[in-house]
């Protein structure tokens, strides 16, 4: 492509573009919308995504990506063989969302033209060539503001509200959902999601909360889902077998695309700071979180951003958790208080 080192207007001449973000399904999920603002901007450019094969689902539910690649597939590669995978994709730029100095360096030995990263650092001021200056830790802006923030290296510098985040997400289910799924689900009930674990990545609200919170809810007008993995079943399972007999346990019953699918289907979620609470966001599903008012880890930081979804955090400034996984912060927030905030978001949909 012809020299646009000049050029503020970098984005909307680009032919192929590479995101990479290697980590958690919460964290791509907010870096979908970077994807579908760039689709905005150049609606011809073809995006490749570069994750965790964990996380390949959710890539692929969204309409802004093009292409999802592996990158512990990439990396199991000889060096010549990483250097000729790149460079067959005739990259014009790559976004260092989730930094890694491995991918930094490949990007650079690869010669892509545009190379950007933060300024935090060191190695992306040998290896990038477009730095944007942040701070993550210590900013306030919320996490997928952030990712937006990063196209300033590509020349863009309009400031995104949360409130123009959903817009942007463009995630659809990819597999209809099977009977047996579809079984769990009332047709003249709200069906509500009860994501309980985070698979130690949040804080969580505790399963005797979450009990609780339960026996709040009128049986007559809720269908009640549990989910999880297989593993935290087995980590719920006394929990589980005390719960009413018409509460529905999904935990183990279904991939991540069919997740996604199910998610669609139903009606609400509530969880922690969690891969699941963020998709029921994007998919413009009531989506209900429960935070830490602990820093970085505050909604304002990584609160879901949807048009149905809200959050609960007490308001005070709190750092005695900090270094435990138990957070009194997050126990103390009653059921009582989540099912009137799940009353009142359900009932502005309504």
């Known amino acids: 492509m012809t020299d646009l080192s000049q050029n503020m207007d970098i984005l909307k001449q680009l032919n192929r573009l590479l995101i990479c973000r290697t980590d958690s399904i919460g964290d791509v999920i907010l870096t979908l919308p970077l994807c579908g603002l760039i689709k905005s901007i150049n609606p011809q450019i073809e995006i490749y995504f570069l994750g965790k094969q964990y996380t390949r689902a959710v890539v692929e539910a969204c309409k802004s990506v093009d292409e999802f690649i592996d990158v512990d597939e990439l990396f199991q590669k000889s060096a010549a063989q990483q250097l000729e995978t790149v460079k067959q994709l005739k990259l014009d730029a790559v976004i260092h969302v989730f930094p890694r100095k491995r991918i ?3 990007m650079y030995q690869s010669g892509v033209p545009f190379r950007v990263g933060v300024s935090g650092r060191m190695y992306n001021l040998l290896y990038c060539n477009k730095i944007v200056r942040m701070s993550r830790k210590r900013s306030e802006k919320h996490e997928a503001i952030l990712n937006l923030d990063l196209l300033r290296g590509l020349g863009y510098q309009h400031q995104v509200e949360n409130s123009q985040v959903p817009a942007y997400y463009r995630l659809e289910p990819q597999e209809e959902l099977p009977e047996r799924l579809k079984s769990l689900l009332s047709s003249n009930k709200f069906n509500l999601i009860l994501h309980p674990k985070s698979k130690g990545s949040a804080r969580e609200w505790g399963l005797e909360n979450f009990g609780k ?7 007559d007008e809720f269908q009640i889902i549990i989910t999880g993995t297989k593993a935290e079943a087995e980590l719920m399972s006394d929990w589980l077998s005390g719960l009413p007999a018409h509460i529905i346990n999904g935990c183990g019953s279904m991939n991540l695309k069919q997740f996604i699918s199910f998610i669609a289907t139903a009606d609400g979620l509530i969880a922690a700071s969690t891969g699941p609470l963020h998709i ?3 998919l413009g599903k009531v989506a ?6 602990i820093k970085p880890m505050h909604p304002g930081r990584w609160a879901p ?6 959050y609960l955090v007490l308001e005070k400034s709190c750092s005695d958790c900090r ?6 912060c997050m126990a103390e927030i009653k059921p009582a208080a989540v099912y009137q905030k799940l009353k009142t978001i359900k009932d502005a949909v309504n």
Do not use: M
């Not at 270094?323 to 009194?328: A, L, Y």
């Open 323 to 328: 270094k435990t996984q138990n957070c009194r």
């Open 305 to 310: 951003l949807g048009k149905n979804a809200g």
């Open 213 to 219: 919170l339960i026996a709040l809810l009128p049986s």
């Open 280 to 282: 029921a966001a994007a």
């Open 104 to 106: 930094a360096k490949l």
């Open 288 to 293: 209900l979180g429960i935070y830490p008012p």
